[in-house]
């Protein structure tokens, strides 16, 4: 058996994206799904995205979202957001023997009053 106590932590975090035509542009969203004990409980709630070039040297977005009542889902208990970003000359994947597979690391963390309560890193 395992018990899990939490306030609220993040129920599913997954990044849709689209490559422009020239390869020079990413636009995309940080899709998120808060659950949360309740609605109430979760008052000061935000989520801060930041985005790591390939090698982890460079930061190459940082956001921060407030997450408000308005996005709770009675039906699903959980709240749902996103961020948005535009990223510029993107270094990208290559299969092998094509090139150097680039992969950028992304960490969302789920803050509370300023204190972290949960990351996902991907």
């Not at 090139?99 to 972290?116: A, H, I, Q, W």
Request: glycine share 4%.
């Amino acid at each position: 058996m395992y018990l899990d106590h939490y306030t609220a932590r993040f129920d599913n975090v997954f990044v849709p994206y689209k490559l422009s035509e020239d390869l020079q542009k990413v636009y995309g969203e940080v899709r998120f799904q808060v659950a949360a004990a309740s609605r109430g409980l979760c008052e000061n709630l935000e989520a801060r995205s930041t985005l790591h070039s390939p090698g982890g040297e460079n930061l190459v977005l940082e956001k921060d979202v407030p997450i408000s009542h308005e996005q709770w889902s009675e039906t699903e208990k959980v709240f749902k957001s996103h961020i948005t970003f535009e990223l510029d000359n993107p270094q990208l994947w290559y299969a092998h023997m094509y090139g150097k597979p680039n992969r950028y690391m992304l960490k969302v963390k789920l803050l509370s009053k300023g204190e972290v309560v949960d990351v996902q890193t991907k």
